[in-house]
């Protein structure tokens, strides 16, 4: 279960951590836009973001628009109403200044959200360039690890090597990975959940975020 409590947003918002800005109350903007924090003047209590992108585009909000933000670090979501001050340019780049409060609401979630999710794979037994590969699906995936239904059986312990991709320019390649446990069979095939290993921290950090923007669209269509 989440918790919820307020903290000092001085403490916990930091230049370069990633953001969402959920936008409901205009409809031409409505939606959920990927961002970061740029800078944050802490004397003004002002946070300056990324201008943020919309499948590929860049979105610059208007002066008045009110908007949630969710800012994230690997374990937690921090999280204020906020509105626009509109576009201004900051050392050479463009960003958008938004004032924040003394405190954000911080969520406390397990630290690796795990989200349904199916997509299609393949792993080898061993590193090796010429090792054969064996086809699988992910039924839930988390930046540690996934649920997946393939033909081949595996024990708990093994390690395999996966290539499994999120999206362009997300994925893994001869990830280790190590199969924690055997669920009851599927009519698709033997079931294991599995743990990734030695995933490299700029990895696991972009996982966090796909898993995130992945949970915040589950949301949206549940409302």
């Keep these: 279960m989440a918790y919820v409590e307020l903290v000092d947003a001085q403490k916990v918002l930091k230049v370069g951590l990633p953001a969402v800005i959920n ?39 208007p002066k008045g628009v009110r908007m949630n933000v969710n800012v994230f670090d690997r ?28 405190e954000v609401r911080k969520t406390e979630r397990r630290k690796f959200v795990r989200i349904p999710l199916y997509l299609e794979g393949r792993f080898y037994l ?21 649920l997946i239904v393939t033909k081949k059986h595996l024990s708990p312990g093994d390690i395999i090597y996966v290539d499994l991709t999120f999206e362009e320019n997300l994925a893994l390649v001869k990830q280790k990975t190590k199969v924690v446990r055997e669920d009851p069979m599927v009519e698709d095939g033997f079931v294991f959940g599995t743990q990734f290993l030695e995933l490299p921290a700029q990895l696991e950090t972009r996982l966090v975020r796909f898993i995130f923007q992945k949970e915040l669209k589950m949301k949206n269509v549940k409302r």
């Design 126 to 146: 061993t590193p090796e360039e010429a090792a054969e590969s064996f086809p699988f699906t992910t039924r839930n995936v988390s930046a540690g690890g996934m």
């Design 23 to 61: 936008i409901t109350m205009v409809r031409e903007l409505e939606g959920s836009y990927k961002t970061n924090i740029s800078d944050i003047d802490f004397g003004r209590k002002i946070l300056f973001l990324s201008i943020p992108s919309y499948k590929g585009r860049f979105v610059p909000i």
């Design 75 to 102: 374990s937690s979501i921090y999280e204020f109403d906020t509105i626009s001050l509109g576009v201004v340019k900051l050392d050479n780049m463009y960003v958008i200044p938004v004032p924040f409060p003394n």
